[in-house]
């Protein structure tokens, strides 16, 4: 590291408020009142910005059947709150059938990728073994082929496999991510190897020395590789709809093109059903992004 | 008996080492295979067919390099390499800028930065088919929200997405909000890696915030930075449903990007053959720029 | 080492641990619970029933009956064993035409309950590549919606079920040759046409009232190009819309209906080069120029990527008058209701009167295990009495030369049917010849390049005619049509 980590300070038994304040990083420093108005501002005119066109999502969402030609924001003649309803009703309950294999595909995907990859990227980070720059990049090269030109190749591959219309058909291909590995590759670099050698040392095998030091160590990093796999997952459009034949295994961003068809689109309904969609990945970004609070145990360390 | 056991060869060294050694290897065998059936076998076949003209379904025949000469005057493949560096440049830098500053801002103590953190994040978190309906609403002429915008200014209304200029600049536009949030999360959780001690040391020294930032916070940053440069134009290159969403490539080729040429002689003019070769040429380009920034910039992440 | 924080956190990492690996322990019972695939067909291939008799003729529910129409000829060919057909294709106009393949498959339950039909919606726009990828693996439907434009490329290939001798004798006489023409490939045909649809020009009551004009009731009166430009000189001194009007012709669409009017081809009559730079073409290449240049038409409508948005301009008033499909009248009729009346009248002419051409037709897979029920469904199919169901329902076009004189009771605005059905007859013979070679997608994707630099990039008309030459050109010298390979 550019860096030193040994420092003239002495190592510290912190308290529940220093462990507060140290997490905060740079935050440390307190901000002064004119700093903090800035910093308000600043994020809320962003806010905004980003914020803007969900209001056009959401009034597209609530424009009544016989009015969707209307381009004002607030929808007229009513807000039609029974989109969501028609929507998700749609042919009995196919969009609940929907939801569930969404679910299945992006969760087991995210704890199979999350492992394997963490695992990888841990490999690639922090052993050095004949043959890791160029394995690392040949990973790599993974990244640099658009799925486009290769996914008649790998659906002909995934249906000698008998995986055609199966959960795995899905979760498979995508597990193994090059940007994952990269990623967490990244991350763990910063560890010290100082740790990992005083638990080799006191025995502990590898695979522990991975659970119980360098996971926790990473959690930011691993944090946001599950919330991206799940995000990814969640939204892939051209994997299910080549993989799955049938109705009842389709994932919902097939669903929703239910709605559109080759010369009329009810896009009332396709707006309804994506933002019932993102309820899942925002609530996961907010369960993980507390993890965006520095490892503790980094703190204070060497000895 | 004890000279004869003095002469038997000393024991292996202790296990421990043995499975250091090993255990890399195992921990990135089952990304390996995975990628050797889902990836690495398609990606070949493809790369092969870039020598033959193939329509797809039937059958090859091989043609050398007439492809990849033909692609040298090819009006359509020039414009869209042209424009996929354009787009590259227009949104790779801004976007890693703005989001490292966003998540500066969004890591200090801040009273309701988790607000401030979803609402930069949700437009990431919604599917490519909702936000290309809604950024289409905006872009409506003449009555969409930009032009109004606009025209309270004083300025004329404009095509946009028909424009032939004003194309590729409105992608470019829609892929920045839309990707924000998602640099801004990797930066966040590269913030949390650096250390409070190394603040507090700063600090000590009497360095300013400005100073901090510039001599501690950046460098530290860096195998954060490298891996969102990478990523960042990795994608950028590869960019294909904003354009797929929006404009197809047009108007005419206005705002043809390598993929959309890739997927269009591939599924639109049944030159499957003339598809791979686009391929096999982004494909090196990648390679070659992802190389060089490794080159430039990963030196110091080598530990 | 100290590590006062760690338990609190490993803790809570391994609370994950443990939820990720019951959520993966939940995920494979779900998966085992599910199994794989649906229940494949019984084993066996179909017997034909040698003492099949055809059953008594039975009049489907509401419909009259015409010869063959009530149950395929060819229903003593297929089997009496359970048999499971996969039928893969899109719903196109919205919920009227999803209940109209319901009530339609229904019917054939009650008629052949052996035979299960499967209609599974895929969307539109990756529906031919999701039939590309499970042709190339083995695994196609038994039968599908397809493309026109390539049905001759992939027979060539040998994926489409050969239909000649497996449908009652002479069948492909009973469809519009127009439309019949793209299926045959070396005098054998391996698809049906099932809808076809066309454009014609819709327009507000009060805006041509205002103007004092009355459009043509019938085909020999339709406006001429100079007419139609006059007339929207007129509409925009009104200023009443903003635009005369607008139009669904981009992305190839003004072919058919503007080019071959003024007597230009794409491709010459042997099909062999391309034909389009001509000073027809080059006038017809002017006339849409002229939709831009004279502010009749929104611009950006040229290059529009998805449904509603042209149809909204006209609900909306942006536009006077519109060119769009018949396709859209449910959707005109729930959202304009009553803030205007509106018609149709034909789309204007030079030489002589053309139309558009649309619609899918339907394919069997050369590979299907039950050929001779796929021919059956497909004659039940594409029966007068189904079409008409179908096409009263979801607003279509009769394809069949049978039904061209019979009035059918659409759901919506019946009345304005009139004029499509007049239209469809216009169908330049060379224009679906030249659909139905098989190079004819990728010089489409040539022509719709080159038309929007002309509209949108200022380029010349002669210059687009020389562009579109040279590519096409080329473009059929290394994808030449099958029949000549």
């Known amino acids: 590291m550019a860096v030193q980590e040994t420092t003239a300070l002495p190592l510290e038994r912190e308290t529940g408020r220093d462990l507060a304040a140290a997490s905060e990083g740079e935050g440390r420093i307190p901000l002064s009142a004119l700093q903090q108005a800035i910093l308000y501002l600043v994020l809320g005119t962003v806010s905004i910005l980003m914020f803007f066109p969900f209001l056009w999502m959401i009034a597209t969402a609530l424009r009544p059947a016989g009015f969707e030609a209307d381009l004002s924001l607030i929808p007229r003649p009513y807000l039609a709150f029974e989109n969501f309803g028609r929507a998700w009703s749609f042919r009995g309950s196919v969009f609940t059938q929907y939801a569930i294999n969404s679910v299945v595909i992006a969760v087991v995907s995210t704890a199979l990728g999350v492992a394997l990859n963490g695992l990888a990227g841990f490999a690639f980070a922090k052993y050095s073994f004949p043959g890791r720059n160029v394995l690392f990049y040949i990973v790599l090269t993974t990244m640099m082929v658009p799925f486009q030109i290769t996914m008649i190749p790998t659906y002909v591959t995934i249906a000698k496999l008998g995986l055609i219309n199966n959960y795995w058909g899905v979760i498979l291909p995508g597990t193994a991510s090059a940007f994952g590995i990269f990623l967490i590759r990244q991350f763990m670099q910063s560890i010290p190897d100082e740790l990992l050698d005083a638990a080799r040392i006191d025995g502990a095998s590898e695979v522990n020395i991975f659970l119980r030091i360098v996971v926790p160590l990473s959690a930011p990093a691993l944090a946001v590789l599950a919330i991206f796999t799940f995000l990814w997952r969640w939204n892939d459009y051209l994997l299910p709809l080549l993989v799955m034949n049938r109705q009842q295994m389709f994932t919902l961003p097939i669903g929703v093109t239910n709605f559109i068809g080759e010369y009329r689109a009810e896009w009332s309904l396709v707006m309804a059903v994506s933002l019932i969609s993102i309820l899942p990945t925002v609530g996961l970004f907010l369960f993980f992004q507390r993890y965006f609070v520095r490892g503790i145990a980094m703190t204070g360390m060497k000895g | ?303 | ?485």
Not at chain 2, 141 to 147: A, E, K, Q, V
Not at chain 3, 163 to 176: A, E, R
Request: aromatic content about 12%.
């Open chain 3, 1 to 485: 080492m100290r590590h006062s924080s760690r338990p609190r956190v490993r803790s809570r990492r391994a609370i994950l641990r443990q939820g990720a690996g019951g959520l993966a322990l939940f995920g494979s019972l779900i998966l085992a619970a599910c199994g794989q695939s649906p229940p494949a067909a019984p084993a066996g291939a179909p017997k034909s029933s040698a003492s099949g008799a055809p059953e008594p003729a039975k009049p489907a529910a509401g419909a009259s009956t015409t010869q063959g129409a009530a149950h395929p000829a060819t229903g003593g060919a297929m089997t009496k064993d359970q048999v499971n057909l996969f039928f893969m294709g899109h719903v196109a106009g919205g919920a009227n035409e999803q209940k109209a393949y319901d009530q339609i498959l229904e019917e054939w339950h009650q008629k052949y309950p052996n035979i299960k039909v499967e209609y599974q919606v895929i969307p539109d726009q990756e529906r031919i590549q999701k039939a590309t990828a499970m042709v190339a693996a083995d695994q196609a439907p038994d039968m599908w919606r397809h493309n026109g434009g390539v049905i001759r490329l992939w027979a060539y290939q040998g994926h489409l079920l050969d239909l000649t001798d497996l449908m009652p004798k002479d069948y492909q006489q009973k469809f519009l040759p127009a439309l019949m023409a793209y299926c045959l490939f070396k005098g054998r045909y391996y698809g049906l046409p099932h809808t076809t649809d066309t454009s014609a020009l819709f327009y507000r009551q009060d805006a041509l009232e205002a103007i004092g004009v009355k459009p043509p009731k019938e085909l020999k009166d339709s406006w001429t190009f100079e007419q139609f430009g006059e007339i929207n000189n007129k509409l925009l001194d009104l200023k009443k819309q903003q635009y005369a009007f607008t139009h669904n012709q981009g992305g190839g669409r003004w072919v058919p209906s503007f080019l071959y009017s003024t007597g230009a081809q794409v491709v010459t009559d042997d099909f062999s080069k391309i034909a389009i730079n001509s000073p027809e073409g080059i006038k017809a290449f002017q006339f849409i120029k002229d939709w831009t240049d004279k502010k009749w038409a929104p611009p950006a409508a040229w290059t529009t990527q998805v449904p509603n948005e042209i149809t909204d301009q006209f609900v909306r008033g942006t536009a006077s008058m519109a060119i769009l499909g018949q396709w859209n009248i449910t959707y005109l009729d729930e959202n304009i209701k009553d803030s205007f009346k509106w018609d149709v009248t034909f789309i204007p002419r030079d030489k002589m009167q053309t139309t558009s051409l649309g619609g899918t037709p339907v394919v069997g897979w050369a590979k299907t295990k039950h050929p001779k029920e796929v021919a059956g469904f497909f004659e039940y199919f594409t029966s007068v009495d189904k079409i008409k169901q179908f096409d009263e329902m979801a607003n279509y076009v009769p394809v069949r030369s049978d039904m061209t004189e019979q009035t059918l009771n659409f759901q919506v605005r019946s009345d304005l049917m009139q004029v499509f059905h007049q239209q469809i007859k216009t169908l330049p013979q060379q224009y679906v010849a030249y659909v139905a070679r098989s190079y004819s997608s990728g010089i489409g994707t040539i022509i719709t390049e080159e038309s929007s630099k002309l509209m949108l990039s200022g380029q010349s008309p002669e210059q687009t005619a020389k562009n579109i030459e040279e590519r096409g050109n080329k473009y059929i010298q290394e994808n030449p049509d099958v029949e000549v390979r």
């Open chain 2, 1 to 303: 008996m004890a000279a004869q056991i003095a002469a038997l060869p000393r024991p292996r060294p202790r296990r421990r080492l043995r499975q250091r050694d090993v255990i890399p290897y195992v921990f990135i065998l089952p990304n390996l295979l995975l990628f050797a059936v889902f990836v690495f076998g398609p990606m070949l076949f493809s790369f092969g067919m870039s020598f033959t003209a193939w329509d797809g379904l039937g059958r090859p025949s091989f043609t050398g390099l007439n492809n990849y000469e033909k692609l040298l005057s090819d009006d359509l493949f020039l414009t869209a390499v042209r424009n996929t560096l354009l787009y590259s440049f227009g949104t790779v830098l801004p976007m890693l800028a703005i989001s490292l500053g966003l998540a500066l801002m969004l890591n200090s103590r801040l009273r309701g930065r988790t607000f401030f953190r979803v609402m930069i994040y949700l437009p990431v978190v919604i599917s490519w088919v909702a936000a290309a309906l809604v950024w289409r609403l905006i872009f409506i002429h003449p009555s969409g929200l930009m032009n109004a915008a606009l025209e309270s200014v004083g300025i004329p209304a404009q095509l946009w997405t028909s424009d032939p200029i004003l194309a590729l600049p409105a992608i470019m536009w829609m892929s920045l909000w839309k990707g924000l949030g998602f640099y801004t999360v990797i930066y966040l959780a590269g913030l949390q890696t650096i250390p409070a001690t190394v603040y507090e040391a700063g600090m000590i020294d009497g360095a300013s915030r400005w100073q901090l930032f510039w001599r501690i916070t950046l460098p530290l940053l860096r195998p954060t930075t490298l891996f969102a440069l990478i990523v960042g134009i990795i994608g950028s290159f590869e960019v294909f449903v904003p354009v797929y969403l929006m404009t197809n490539g047009g108007p005419g080729y206005a705002s043809m990007v390598m993929v959309m040429a890739i997927y269009r002689s591939a599924f639109q003019t049944y030159q499957m053959g003339y598809a791979s070769a686009m391929a096999v040429i982004l494909f090196l380009a990648i390679f070659g720029v992802s190389l060089a920034q490794f080159k430039l910039f990963g030196r110091e992440v080598e530990y």
